[in-house]
């Protein structure tokens, strides 16, 4: 069963969550990638910027005010090359999608009585309500922490070409 007070509470968590994984870093492994398909962690923290403001909280306000309202167009895996994100200042990236976080909480916690069964007909996916929409905006949250700690794991296991296994298996 949804509980919007869970969902909530837990996206402002998560903005602690990625602080502490994200501020402080050195460029070695903000930038580092094990490999050409993988994002860094600094494309991945472009990526939660736009995406927090052009994605989730757009889409579930949109919902929330106009069901009806056709979604604007968004391509976030364009977005890597077409927005440079590995050329991007990290620190400055770090602090402006904290900066939207806090923002995306502001205006939850502003939230009078939102109708969280309204409903958007998705062209492909059918009927998806602003439930679902906040649902996966934490699912997003998740996803992408697991990443960050995958990175620096791999990260780990490169720079000391020593075995991990011993901490447990990933």
Not at 62 to 80: G, H, T, Y
Not at 105 to 118: E, M, R
Request: net charge negative.
């Amino acid at each position: 069963m949804f509980n919007a007070v869970h969902v909530i509470a837990e996206l402002e968590r998560n903005r602690t969550v990625f602080q502490g994984l994200l501020q402080d870093l050195e460029p070695e492994l903000y930038n580092w990638k094990p490999d050409d398909k993988s994002w860094s962690i600094l494309q991945i923290v472009c990526h939660l910027y736009d995406i927090e403001r052009e994605d989730f909280r757009e889409r579930v306000q949109s919902v929330l005010e106009d069901p009806q309202k056709p979604f604007r167009s968004i391509e976030p895996q364009d977005w890597i090359e077409g927005r440079k994100y590995a050329e991007q200042d990290y620190n400055a990236a770090v602090k402006s999608f904290l900066d939207e976080r806090d923002q995306s909480i502001v205006w939850l916690h502003s939230l009078d009585n939102p109708g969280w069964d309204n409903t958007y007909q998705h062209q492909i996916r059918g009927a998806m309500s602003a439930a679902l929409f906040i649902s996966n905006w934490l699912g997003h949250d998740q996803l992408h922490i697991r990443q960050i700690n995958r990175l620096k794991r791999q990260y780990l296991a490169a720079q000391t070409g020593l075995d991990l296994t011993y901490a447990g298996n990933w």
